[in-house]
């Protein structure tokens, strides 16, 4: 299942409470969304690992390869928002480097990323879509966006290209589109 842009537009565009909490959330969907960067990353994330000047992220993935992941400004914003109004009121002693946190100040795990994402969208009366959704909506809009598929690749961490293109899609428009132009009788 994978989102067409207004409804991942709209998804995001719910304001969040403005809790420790809500801002958190709200920057694990932006992220999600905006990079495709899987469960497992995002939860293995330090502070550190974000580079606000580049909008990039630091992306340990599989086999232990480091990549480098861009985002864009509602991301910038929605991390701002978090690690300046939320993530300060959730650290405790020994809370260390992680960049999102539990409620009880350690790193936040899959199964919480999980419930975030399927809580905030049912409550946005979005499809109900896991992570992994998300990843795929995210490949998909970059591929329909034009970003060729070796990018998308790099962007998703997969080695092998043929593993990005069963990732992706090309939605019934697009290919509507692609037969309207290339095709004298349509």
């Not at 998804?11 to 495709?36: F, I, S, W």
């Not at 995210?138 to 690749?153: F, I, K, N, P």
Request: charged residues 25%; aromatic residues 4%; hydrophobic residues 35%.
């Amino acid at each position: 299942m994978v989102l067409d842009q207004e409804e991942a537009r709209a998804a995001l565009n719910v304001p969040a409470p403005d809790d420790p909490k809500g801002l958190r959330d709200q920057a694990v969907l932006e992220v999600l969304y905006a990079t495709g960067i899987r469960v497992s990353e995002l939860c293995g994330l330090d502070v550190d690992d974000v580079d606000r000047d580049r909008r990039t992220l630091r992306v340990l993935g599989k086999g232990r390869k480091e990549r480098v992941v861009p985002f864009g400004l509602p991301a910038l914003r929605a991390l701002d928002a978090w690690c300046i109004r939320g993530r300060p009121l959730l650290i405790r002693e020994g809370t260390g480097p992680a960049l999102f946190l539990g409620t009880r100040g350690g790193r936040l795990d899959q199964t919480t990323v999980r419930r975030i994402v399927h809580t905030r969208l049912t409550e946005t009366g979005t499809t109900d879509l896991s992570p992994h959704g998300l990843r795929h909506t995210a490949a998909t809009h970059l591929l329909e966006g034009g970003a060729d598929l070796r990018s998308v690749q790099e962007i998703l961490g997969h080695a092998s290209l043929g593993t990005t293109q069963i990732y992706t899609h090309v939605s019934i428009d697009r290919l509507h589109t692609a037969y309207r132009q290339a095709h004298p009788r349509a």
